[in-house]
Every structure is written in C-alpha cells, then in structure tokens.
C-alpha cells in the first residue's frame, strides 16, 4: 500500500431521470439527480457520501455500476471509461466493482441458497473442481463470519444481519478491488451495525479493499472513512478528509448536519 | 373527454393495422395451395386458372397483400362469396345484427346476474351462501357455452314447448303488429341471451367477489370502520365503487370472449348472425366469406373495446389525467 | 384440495381406458341404437349403439391430451415471449405486446375457424392451433413478472457480478416466474379442453371415429331430448374436468402465492 494509485474517478457527472415516458402528445418530464459531481477514490481509501436521503445518492451508485446512463460526465475505472467500453469489456470492470445494497432481503434471489448465490460470483473463474470451488464458497463464508451450516439455506431463513453478510461474501466472490457499500448498515439493529462495521473494516485491512461508502448516518462515517464528501440536492457541497469534516466543517450545511446528528 | 377518444381512435388504428396484416398471413400462410382448397381436385384446371386469375393467386404475396388491404380499406369491398355470388361484405353486414343483439343483450344479463352474485357473495363472505354461490358460479364459468345453450333448449324449448328453439323470427313474423313483433323477437332471443348471459356472469361475478372483498379488507376500509361509519355504507362507498369501475375494464376484455360465445350460441339456436353465417362458410369453404366475417369481427371487437375505455374514463377521471 | 383429487382421477381414468371402459370404443351395435342408461350400459349408447361410458373414459385421452399439449405449447411460446420482451425491453417490447394486445383482441373461436378452415381438421392441427393462439395471456403475466424482477436489486447484484445474460435468464429470472407460470398453465388447460369442445361440437375438431368429449356431444346434438344422456353425460365430463383444472389452478396460486413467500 502506501503509495496510493487513482482507482476511481468521477467527473462531472449529471443524471437525469425521466419521471414520466414521452408519449405522442406528452412531453417527457425530466428530473435532474446528479447535477455536476466530481470526486475521486485513492486505492486502499475509503470515501463517504453523505447526504440525505433524495439528495442522489443511489444514482451515482447506480451510474458507477452501469445501470443509469449518465446525462454527461465521466466515471473512469484506473482511467478507463465505463460508459465507453464494449459488452465484454465492461463485464470484467463490473467484477472489479461490486456492490452491497441497504435491502438486504431483496438483494438476495429468494430461489437460491446462500450456497448458490456466492457460487455465481465465483462461476467464471477458473476452478478445478467442484470440490475446489466448494472450498471457495466456504472460505467466504467464513470470510464473513458465517458457517458451512448456512449452505444449504434459502434468504428467507435467515436473519436481518446474516443476509447481509451473504451479500457481502457474494461480493467479495469475484476478487473485486472496489466495493460499493450503499447504505449497507440503515436497515440493521444497532448492535448488529456495530459488528458490520467491524467486519467491513477487518475485510478492508486483509483483502486490501477500496470502499465507497454511501450513507447518511454520521457516527457509522466517522468510523469507517478517510475522506467524506457532503451531498445535497444533486451537488457535492463539501469534500474534505474525515478530520476536517467532523472538527472544522467549512461549509453551513455540513455544520447542520453534525448538529442534527449530535457531533458538533 | 373529446381529446382523450380522439386519442384512443388514433390508438386503435395500428392495432386495427396489425389485425388485419395479421389475418391476411394467417390464411395465406396456411400450407398448401388456395385453389385446391376450395375446388373438388377432379375439376378442370381451367377453372383453377380462372379463380387464380380472378383472386390474384398468381401474384406474389406482398402484392396480393397490398391489393386486399386496398380494396377492403378503400372500397369495402371482401370479393363475392363463392356459393352465391353475393358480396361477402353485404352478407356480413346482412349477419351483423342478430349477433349485436344477442351480445348487448347478454352483456346485460350477464351484468345482472353477475353483480347479484359476486356482491351478493362478497357480503356474506365466509358464509354457507357465499359458498353457495361461488360454487354455482365456478359451475358456469368452467362449463361449455353450447352445452348450457343444447340443455336449455332442449327443456323449455322441446320439453316444456314455451319457447322457439331456433331462428330469430316465426314463420308468420311479417304478418304481426309492432307489438307482436317485438314480443316474437324477445321470445327467440330468450333462450340464447340467457345462456350467454350466464356463462359470462359467471365471468363478472368472480371478478366482483374477489375484488370487493379485497377492498372490504383494505386500510381504507379499516380506518372508516374505526371511524364509525355504518357497514353499509362503507360497502356501498368503498367495496362497491372499488369494484365496479374495474369492472368496465373487463367487460372490455370478455367482449372477444363473447362474440366466441355468440358465433356457437347462433348455431346452436340457427339465428342467422356472424357465427352461422361463418361456420358455414369455413364447412363450405367459401373463402371470401370467411375473411370478410373474421375481419369485421374484430372491427367489431375493437370498437366494443374503444367504447369499454371510454365508459371507463367517463367513470373514472383519473384516466384522462394520466398517460 | 378437491381440484388435484378430480384431476387425477380424471387423469388416471384416461390412462387406464382399456382396463375401465366395460366395452370396447368403437364396437357398433346397430340393435342397441340409442339406448337409454342401463345396467348393461350405464350411460347408454350412442346411434351406433356403442357403449357411451367407455366412449367417454376414451374421450378423456383426445381431450385432456389436446388440453395437456395446447397448453404447454401455449406456455412454452408465451415463456419465450415473456421473457424476451421483459428482459429486453424497448422497441422489442412495443411490437411483441402490440402483437399480443391484436391476438387477445381477436375472438378465439373466430381465428381459430380461420385457421382450421383453412387447412384439413385433425387432432394435430387443432391442437397446433389452440396452443399457437393461447400464448398472449401467459406471455403478458410473464413479462410483467419480468419487469418487476429487472428492477430487483438481486437481479442488480448478478449484473454486477458479470453473469451472461442466458445465466440471469436460467438462474435469476425463469425460476422466479415459474409459479404464475404454473398457475396460469393450469388453469388454461381447462380454457383449452372447453376451446377444443367448442371446435370438435362445430365438427371442425376431432374428426371421427376419434372421439373427444366436443365430437361426442356433437353426436349428442341430433337429438338432445330424446338421447338426452349423450349430451348431459358428455358436457358433466367435461364440467367436472374443467372445474377441477380451475379448484387445482386457485389452489396453487394461493400456495405459490410470492406474498406467502417472504
């Protein structure tokens, strides 16, 4: 590590969003997200966006994963654009890129088994065996936290917090570098939020990870980020290291949102 | 309103479009060669040529395609039936209302009966009645259109001789006063109108059932019981009007259903609609027949439609707002 | 579940025919013309005088195998339409449900006199036909499964992963469709054994000396009060067949109801 290299580069990104189809005689209602944002990810780091929730967020999220197609602007994976890739190509950046969403529960195909679910971000590599690629499911599992006892069950028997630990053993399946992390804690008890954080960080330091880590809850950003970017209404009105942030916040709408949270 | 059935006219025509290019490839893609299906093997070829010629048989599809959707666009004009001579298009339009009234008709009486049994159901749901009735119409819905028509004709027309078993008028109708008149037609209708008017109650009473109790054990519904509002009145209000716009809707998708329904009743009761006039042109092979009959039964299908959304969005003005 | 009852035993009674029916299908006895039920024969004869019982355990083969095969040739395309429209979305979407919006539009029974008009009626061609028209509901219950489902964040997260698509089609999507699938299939095997009723009544289904229960009641139609068994037997088989297809259909649908799911 130490010498940190661009993983991530976001520029000037706009979203727009169509709330209602053009039809013959309507026009199309069009309703901006993301209104010019820029921000980049060091390799290793672990950058924050905080906001609110309709702030835009998630298109951001959506607009790294190759989802929403961005209005204009450029995401760029270690300097190459992933809106300006073939099918094949963008496949093998995805990879790289995982996410973890906040809902656990629709995050899972409920007609899959944790087993199945963390196989299929294994499926391409190249395995042996299904007995090697057995061991790698399992060595996920305990990666997170979870046993050989999980295998065999489907979403629905399983808790809140265990979901989200297949999800993140499902992301971590493909040897990613950048994990996306969208409000992986929100839908959480508070006891079960505190060992997430802890496993997140643990990952992080064995697997050398980078995480953008989208949230709005304050206490969990403090303890998880180096740098913080603040968001509102489709703009990024503060970027700064997680220090100045929380001790020196330049900007009147950071400052409320510490007050509304309890830090300042 | 006026701009939203401009709207829905303008929408029905590519799919009145679609239909007819549809019908088109559907017969002329059938395997095989289109004289030989009408003619006896044995006759001359001369005459197979003659009928080639006359139908344009010889030019390639796209043209023939062309040249149907112009002559029945521009002209109405189906080509003559081959049994008669008589054009197909005035045969048809000659078809049209008997099966026009027997549908309306059994709209009604399917309306009827289906709302007495679906609201009466919905109210005393979990009763024995409900089960009663649900059962009864689960009978309706699953049974064959031309059996219940064969069963009823068969006991009160042939068995208790109170009602015509075929045809749409006696023998003496034109020497009948109006009055007369109106009741012999009433009397010959009976009997199919009510076999079709029970088979599609069926259709809307377990619709209406189903859609009312749903609304009976909606939030809404909770809060104006917590309210205190009578039960009768939120069934009227809530279940009720819930109920019953959908129901417009389909009323709108049962209409292909029911003009199915028509083309087997009119046999089995010989009233000279669409659907006699049809099946005895498939039997006979009289092609121009034929197409000429499915075409305007799906004009008429598409207009049934148009009207059922436009009564929809008289009924509902949301409609209009949105799309 | 009295629905899964009929159907099996309606089922079974198809594949044992030649053990049930009391007397062989096609044995004409012109002495024993129209006879009324009896102890020899419990639901009369026909104008053959064939056995009317036996006709109709026999019938049940032609019947529900016609039903069985329309509708799985209807669910099989509409699957496949479904899908591809769903998945796909766009233009591919727009003309596929114009497609289907036209064929529901069209009167079953009128196309399907067109189709089978045109060509020589048989078993296989009312069968081809019934299941090549029947396609558009299940496609239109599938797509909009399938439209939910693309919006899903687990279908999201397979993207993510970089999974092909005929792998989100085999792993994510078809398994989450198939239980409307099956319902809807169902309960369309019984609106395929009234259709093909409907047709054979016309005599323009299964032509004799096959029987169906639609070619019996045909039969039955030359005399409905004085050979009253022919019809009324004829249309109680297919009542209770196609009650039990629709008791089997409701009951799955509350067992595979996604909501019980969760």
């Not at chain 1, 006892?149 to 493909?174: D, F, M, W």
């Not at chain 2, 109405?76 to 008669?84: E, H, L, P, T, Y």
């Not at chain 2, 009007?241 to 029911?258: E, F, K």
């Amino acid at each position: 590590m130490g010498h940190s290299q661009l993983l991530l580069s976001v520029e000037d990104l706009i979203i727009h969003y169509q709330s209602r189809k053009s039809t013959l005689f309507t026009k199309p209602e069009i309703v901006s997200a993301v209104r010019g944002v820029t921000f980049s990810i060091n390799s290793g780091e672990t950058l924050a966006i905080v906001g609110e929730s309709g702030c835009g967020k998630t298109s951001i999220v959506m607009s790294i994963l190759g989802f929403v197609k961005p209005v204009s602007g450029k995401i760029k994976y270690k300097g190459t654009d992933i809106w300006d890739v073939t099918r094949e190509e963008l496949r093998g950046i995805r990879r790289k890129i995982q996410p973890v969403f906040q809902d656990p529960h629709h995050s899972l195909n409920p007609r899959m088994t944790v087993g199945q679910a963390i196989e299929d971000g294994l499926w391409p590599h190249q395995y042996e065996d299904m007995i090697e690629k057995q061991n790698g499911v399992l060595e996920l599992l305990r990666a997170v936290r979870l046993g050989k006892e999980h295998l065999n069950t489907y979403p629905h028997q399983l808790s809140g917090g265990q979901k989200q630990r297949v999800c993140i053993a499902r992301a971590l399946a493909p040897n990613p570098e950048l994990l996306i992390l969208d409000e992986p804690l929100s839908s959480q008890d508070l006891s079960i939020q505190a060992t997430l954080v802890n496993l997140l960080l643990d990952l992080k330091q064995k697997k050398g990870l980078t995480y953008l880590f989208i949230s709005h809850d304050l206490r969990i950003v403090r303890s998880i980020a180096q740098q913080v970017a603040v968001m509102r209404d489709g703009i990024l009105v503060e970027v700064s290291d997680r220090d100045s942030i929380f001790n020196n916040p330049q900007h009147s709408y950071t400052e409320s949102l510490l007050k509304s949270s309890g830090l300042l | 309103m006026g701009a939203y059935t401009v709207r829905r006219l303008i929408g029905a025509i590519p799919i009145l479009f679609i239909g007819l290019t549809l019908t088109f490839f559907l017969v002329h893609l059938v395997p095989g060669d289109p004289t030989l299906r009408f003619l006896d093997p044995s006759m001359g070829s001369s005459l197979k040529e003659q009928i080639s010629e006359k139908f344009g048989l010889n030019e390639p599809l796209h043209i023939q395609y062309i040249s149907w959707m112009y002559r029945i666009v521009g002209h109405f004009d189906f080509g003559n039936s081959f049994n008669n001579g008589r054009p197909a298009s005035d045969i048809i339009l000659d078809a049209l209302p008997p099966t026009i009234l027997v549908m309306g008709f059994a709209l009604i009486c399917g309306l009827m009966f289906g709302m007495i049994g679906g609201i009466g159901a919905a109210i005393f749901h979990g009763t024995k009645f409900d089960l009663i009735i649900t059962t009864i119409m689960l009978f309706f819905y699953s049974m064959p259109v031309f059996w219940l028509g064969i069963m009823l004709l068969g006991f009160f027309a042939v068995n208790l001789n109170w009602l015509p078993a075929s045809q749409l008028t006696s023998v003496f109708h034109d020497q009948l006063n109006i009055l007369d008149r109106f009741t012999d037609y009433f009397r010959h209708l009976m009997l199919p109108v009510i076999t079709l008017g029970l088979v599609s109650a069926a259709t809307f009473g377990r619709y209406l059932r189903t859609s009312m109790i749903e609304a009976m054990n909606s939030g809404y519904v909770l809060a104006a019981r917590a309210r205190g509002i009578s039960e009768w009145k939120i069934l009227v209000n809530y279940g009720l009007r819930n109920a019953l716009i959908p129901l417009i809707t389909i009323v709108g998708m049962t209409i292909p259903a029911l003009f199915s329904g028509a083309v087997i009743i009119e046999v089995v009761f010989s009233l000279p609609g669409m659907g006699r006039i049809m099946v005895e042109a498939v039997l006979a092979r009289d092609y121009p027949v034929v197409l000429a009959a499915s075409t305007m039964a799906f004009v008429a299908v598409i207009i049934g439609n148009l009207l059922a959304d436009i009564g929809y969005a008289i009924a509902d003005p949301r409609v209009r707002l949105e799309s | 579940m009295v629905g899964a009852v009929i159907v099996l035993i309606i089922f079974f009674s198809a594949l044992g025919a030649p053990i049930l029916a009391p007397y062989d299908v096609n044995a004409q006895n012109l002495t024993m013309s129209l006879q009324p039920p009896s102890t020899s024969h419990l639901l009369g004869t026909d104008v053959y005088g064939r056995d009317l019982l036996s006709r109709l355990i026999y019938g049940a083969r032609v019947s529900l195998g016609i039903g069985l095969s329309a509708a799985f040739i209807a669910t099989t395309v509409g699957v496949f339409v479904g899908v591809f429209a769903g998945f796909l979305g766009g233009w591919v979407d727009w003309l596929l449900m114009r497609i289907v919006d036209v064929l529901m539009g069209f009167p079953r029974l009128v196309v399907m006199l067109l189709a089978v008009g045109f060509g020589t009626p048989s078993i296989w061609l009312t069968l081809t036909v019934l299941g090549l028209l029947a396609w558009m509901e299940v496609a239109r219950i599938v797509r909009g499964e399938v439209m939910v489902i693309r919006e899903m964040l687990y279908l999201k997260a397979a993207q993510a992963l970089g999974l092909k698509r005929s792998r989100i089609i085999m792993g994510y999507i078809l398994p989450n469709v198939i239980g409307s699938v099956i319902v809807s299939t169902t309960l369309l095997i019984g609106t395929m054994i009234l259709v093909e009723a409907s047709l054979s009544f016309l005599g323009l289904g299964v032509q004799p000396p096959n029987a169906s229960w639609g070619t019996i009641l045909n039969q039955g139609r030359v005399d409905p009060v004085g050979a009253w068994w022919i019809s009324a037997f004829g249309g109680l088989m297919i009542i209770i067949t196609v009650v039990g297809f629709n008791l089997l259909g409701d009951g799955l649908r509350d067992l595979l109801d996604p909501r019980s799911l969760t």
